[in-house]
């Protein structure tokens, strides 16, 4: 009578033993989970797109680089839950998501497909590779293909910092301007905040920056727009205006300003 007694004992020692290494295993995976929503926490954008605005000193140059998302967020926390989401945007509008999974074999996050939440905007399946600490590769695994990206503060921030963010003479009067990579302007001027324009969907067809206090309304927005252009180190601002609210710029052939870099920021 023993003999059943003590096979039942090993089964239930058994179950319970392998019960306990699933939960173990399991419990072992949430740091390593952790670490890597830690490591994609933040805000990011082309790689190829900054470079070209780097290279070119233009942003209207950079317009047909080919990426999925101008801009993505990812947020650690929400990796972390059962809904995880990219949060990305195009130039001119934001919505666009993509929904996430964790992959525990490859400790990756991959594009989840079968949601059931209707059509996702990126049907392809794609893996975020993490490249460095401030780069990271969406790599799609039926095409081969990747696209990188970069860590980013935001699109404004990493834009200025790209291109125009720096201290700069005014010729005009020999007077110190100094364009912050926040936006923000310290001059002599009446405007002290900028914004680099980089939707392109309302008639600009060229390198424009809007000059605006920060107190204005949004409603007054694009009425202080100038084309920039970049020759060197001389910066010139050129006026720039829809009299007929049409979208179609008139450009100033005298610049509004020319400015000489003195230093980076």
């Known amino acids: ?12 020692v058994l179950f ?6 699933t939960v173990s295993t399991q419990a072992n995976l949430i740091p390593l989970r952790h670490a890597v929503a ?3 926490n933040g805000t990011w954008m082309p790689e190829e797109y900054l470079l070209t605005v780097e290279q070119t000193k233009s942003i209207w140059k950079a317009r047909d680089v080919n990426f999925s ?7 650690k926390e ?11 945007a195009t130039e001119h509008e934001g ?23 209707g059509e ?38 990493a834009l200025s910092s790209a291109l125009i963010a720096g201290a700069y003479e005014d010729l005009s009067d020999h007077t110190v301007v100094v364009f912050h990579p926040d936006g923000k302007v310290e001059s002599g001027w009446k405007e002290d905040h900028y914004a680099l324009i980089f939707d392109f969907m309302e008639g600009i067809d060229f390198d424009a920056i809007e ?55």
């Open 16 to 21: 319970t033993g392998c019960k306990n290494k």
């Open 120 to 157: 996702p905007y990126i049907d392809e399946p794609f893996e975020l590779r993490l490249i460095d600490s401030n780069r990271l590769e969406i790599f799609f695994t039926n095409s081969n293909t990747r696209e990188v990206y970069r860590r980013v503060k935001d699109a404004q921030y």
């Open 78 to 88: 929400n990796l972390m839950s059962d809904s995880a989401i990219l949060s990305g």
């Open 95 to 117: 919505g666009y998501l993509a929904y996430l999974q964790y992959d525990s074999t490859t400790g990756r996050f991959i594009n989840n497909l079968n949601t059931g939440t």
């Open 38 to 40: 830690d490591s994609l």
């Open 69 to 75: 998302f101008f801009t993505f967020w990812l947020d």
């Open 1 to 12: 009578m023993l003999r059943p007694c003590i096979f039942l004992l090993l089964i239930i």
């Open 211 to 265: 000059l605006y206090n920060e107190n204005e309304s949004s409603s007054e927005f694009l009425n202080n727009l100038y084309h920039f252009a970049f020759s060197g180190d001389t910066l010139r601002l050129y006026s720039a205006s829809d009299p007929l609210g049409t979208f179609q710029y008139q450009i100033s052939n005298k610049p509004y300003k020319v400015l000489v870099r003195q230093r980076a920021l």
